[in-house]
């Protein structure tokens, strides 16, 4: 069995801040990369930064420099810390990671956390 949990998600005023925390517990051999997604109302699920195994990351340009994405190996933890919240930011945030329950050779398969609620209010 294998889960990710999100949390920290909550209703923050326009210009505030949130770090929402991802942890995946169970059979894990190897955590490949992890990566946070968002779904607003009416709108198509979108990636919001990742992480690949040698730590590289990237960032949605409309996150970018307001947004980082982190990880704790140790933990198998990967976070999300989230300043100058806009209105436009608020979505279910997803966390999803590419793993192995085998080996570090695979077979990898995406899991994804239930979601966390992110408003913005402004």
């Known amino acids: 069995q294998v889960q990710l949990v999100e949390s920290g998600g909550g209703l923050v005023q326009a210009g505030g801040s949130l770090r929402l925390s991802c942890a995946a517990s169970g059979s894990i051999a190897t955590i490949n990369s992890a990566g946070w997604y968002r779904q607003a109302p009416g709108k198509q699920r979108e990636l919001v930064a990742d992480i690949d195994s040698g730590g590289r990351k990237h960032h949605a340009n409309s996150v970018q420099g307001r947004f980082v994405i982190s990880r704790d190996t140790a933990k198998n933890t990967v976070y999300l810390q989230m300043n100058s919240l806009k209105p436009e930011d608020t979505a279910v945030y997803y966390c999803?990671?590419?793993?192995?329950?085998?080996?570090?050779?695979?077979?990898?398969?995406?899991?994804w956390g239930q979601g966390t609620q992110v408003t913005v209010s402004s």
């Open positions: 999803k990671a590419l793993l192995s329950t085998v080996s570090s050779l695979g077979p990898f398969y995406d899991y």
